[in-house]
Each structure stands twice: as C-alpha cells, then as structure tokens.
T-cell receptor, first 115, second 110 residues
Framework: AQKVTQAQTEISVVEKEDVTLDCVYE???????LFWYKQPPSGELVFLIR??????QNEISGRYSWNFQKSTSSFNFTITASQVVDSAVYFC????????????FGTGTRLTIIP | SQTIHQWPATLVQPVGSPLSLECTVE??????LYWYRQAAGRGLQLLFY??????ISSEVPQNLSASRPQDRQFILSSKKLLLSDSGFYLC?????????FGSGTRLTVV
C-alpha cells in the first residue's frame, strides 16, 4: 500500500524567510512518481512538480526547490524568500507508474506567510 | 492541453436530497478519470476512478456513486445526501505527465 505523510499541519513564517515543507512516502513499487501541488484559497489544485523515482537530481524553479532523497523516502519542498502569495495548502502526492494511476495524497501543509 | 469543466462551483443541499455533480474533459480521449473529496481542513481522499466508459472502481464505501456514460464525462451522484457528504469535490483526469484537476465543487449539506 502507498502512503504519504506530511507531518507539518500548519507553518507560519514571516515574509522573505525561507521555509521547507516535508514529505515522506511509503511504497513497495520500485518505480513511482512524486508530485507537489499548491491549493490556494480558491480551492483549485495547481501542479508544481513531478519527479520520477529514477531521477534523484534536485530541482530548482525560481524560488522553489525540491530535495528528493530516495534513501530516506523523502521529497521535501523549499520556498526561498517567501512571499504572501505563497500562502496556500501544499500537498505532496505519490503515484504508481502503471495501472489506474491514482494519486495518493498527503494530508497537506497549510503555509501562511505573514507580511 | 487538457481542460476539465466541473459544475456547479458551490452547492447547498438539504439532508436527504439527491446529488449530481458533473465533470467533462476536453483535449484528450480515453482518459482515466477520478473523483476526490476534501473534507474541511483535511487532505484529498480518492472516492472513485474510471479507466473507461462504464468502468467504475470505488475506493471507499459510502453514500455516493459514480458513472461514466461517455468517454469524457464523469458523474458523481447520491440518492440521499448525508451531513457527512459535505466537502470539496474535485474531478481529475490523468495524463502521461500528471493530473489535471477541475476547479472543484464546494458542497454543503444542511
């Protein structure tokens, strides 16, 4: 069975601070995909990144970066120089590469950036 | 690129009333389709998924049902709503790269 754990329920930081959102996953599959989504107050889910389990290179996209550590089954997300617009709920998710392709989500981390 | 149309955006229904939420997909054919629910302050729970017309798999026992009458149409229904059915419902379609989500329906059962 697959499981995604986001232990941080809520985080608040002051604007311009860096913040890291943790994600730990469990799966028996040797190949899988990991995702991060952002859910602003409006409710829609905004895709941020997909990572294949074979690719352990860290990725940076502007102020966003992701640290994939297969040895610890973690896929952490860091926002550098946070902004008020980053305030949202962030979900980490796991998907097997074959079959019904369903996503298993973590419970989400509510991030509040204080101006 | 895929687009998912989901309606209505908000819905307030009394306990015991029926429900029908519709989701249609544009920009792809034969997609896998999903219904997720997000209870207030909680994560996303997969309710149903469909890999083709008429093929529905249920993830959790509940008061809801789903149907897929056409390739790009996915419907979530209930004959009698319960208070516990309140939540934010999201339709999704999977692609080779990831998921596309609809804008969601916020259902309040009163």
């Amino acid at each position: 069975a697959q499981k995604v754990t986001q232990a941080q329920t809520e985080i608040s930081v002051v604007e311009k601070e860096d913040v890291t959102l943790d994600c730990v996953y469990e799966t028996r599959d040797t190949t899988y995909y990991l995702f991060w989504y952002k859910q602003p107050p409006s409710g829609e889910l905004v895709f941020l990144i997909r990572r294949n389990s074979f690719d352990e290179q860290n990725e940076i996209s502007g102020r966003y970066s992701w640290n994939f550590q297969k040895s610890t089954s973690s896929f952490n997300f860091t926002i550098t120089a946070s902004q008020v617009v980053d305030s949202a709920v962030y979900f980490c998710a796991l998907r097997a590469p074959f079959g019904n392709e369903k996503l298993t989500f973590g419970t989400g981390t509510r991030l509040t950036i204080i101006p | 690129s895929q687009t998912i149309h989901q309606w209505p955006a908000t819905l307030v229904q009394p306990v015991g009333s029926p429900l029908s939420l519709e989701c249609t997909v544009e920009g792809t054919s034969n997609p896998n389709l999903y219904w997720y629910r997000q209870a207030a302050g909680r994560g996303l729970q997969l309710l149903f998924y469909s890999v083709g017309i008429g093929q529905i798999s249920s993830e959790v026992p509940q008061n809801l049902s789903a149907s897929r009458p056409q390739d790009r149409q996915f419907i979530l229904s209930s004959k009698k709503l319960l208070l516990s059915d309140s939540g934010f419902y999201l339709c999704a379609s999977s692609t080779n790269y990831g998921y596309t989500f609809g804008s969601g329906t916020r259902l309040t059962v009163v």
